[in-house]
């Protein structure tokens, strides 16, 4: 069975005059490129070997390929059967400019096999010809083409379904506790004293952390914040 054509599927909405419905590939790729990063932001603390790292947001997901274009089999010549090849590659290099209806490139939808497909708008394309006929007329082409991933708010909130991360509890401080113990019984490790040091729930009562006062309510903070699960050392 002969392998399916990729497709690049274009949103009805957002079809004009010279952008059409769908763009088959010619050839299928040899090889495409996935990526997707994190923002990670290092918060500096005073005493302490490394930062601590927390997540900020995730990154645009993308997609990049090459597809490639050859009408040399329509003939090489000067005659009327010569196909500029340019005919096959404008309709994806129209994925990258405003269209009149939604003044925004168009989104697409790439299919890249049974049951795999890539939501997104063409962040760039590239039109390499590589072999003309002796008027000039392009006949083969490479066009390189960079995605990047769109999801509406809802779409991406709905698909996350984030739970609450705040799972920070109360302790009421003891006669006699320090703020080393307090982190041993609760992370496992006393040297975690200054997260609940630095928490800002706790200023007024770590003011002077050489007496903390009995019967004061510490905020502690959830350990798997700061890259330590509960319990380890």
Not at 39 to 55: K, M, N, R, T
Not at 181 to 210: C, H, K, S, V
Request: hydrophobic fraction near 35%.
């Amino acid at each position: 069975m002969a392998l399916e054509k990729l497709l690049i599927e274009i949103d009805p909405r957002d079809i004009g005059p010279k952008c059409p419905k769908e763009i088959r590939a010619q050839f299928n790729p040899t090889e495409y490129t996935r990526a997707k990063g994190a923002q990670v932001a290092e918060i500096a603390i005073p005493g302490i070997d490394s930062p601590i790292l927390q997540f900020v947001r995730g990154q645009t997901e993308t997609l990049s390929m090459e597809l490639f274009f050859d009408t040399t089999e329509f003939g090489t010549g000067e005659g009327p059967d010569v196909l500029d090849v340019r005919t096959l590659t404008d309709p994806v290099y129209q994925l990258v400019k405003m269209q009149s209806k939604s003044h925004a490139p168009p989104r697409v939808t790439v299919h890249l096999g049974p049951g795999h497909t890539f939501r997104a708008i063409v962040e760039n394309v590239q039109q390499k010809f590589t072999l003309f006929n002796p008027k000039g007329v392009p006949l083969r082409a490479t066009v390189t083409v960079a995605f990047k991933e769109y999801k509406t708010l809802e779409e991406q909130l709905k698909e996350l379904n984030l739970q609450s991360s705040d799972h920070s509890k109360r302790r009421t401080i003891r006669k006699g506790d320090t703020i080393g113990q307090i982190a041993f019984e609760e992370y496992g490790d006393p040297a975690m004293w200054r997260l609940i040091a630095l928490e800002p729930a706790n200023a007024a009562i770590t003011a002077n952390l050489r007496k903390l006062p009995p019967g004061a309510q510490l905020s502690i903070p959830p350990a798997e914040l700061f890259g330590k699960p509960k319990g380890t050392v």
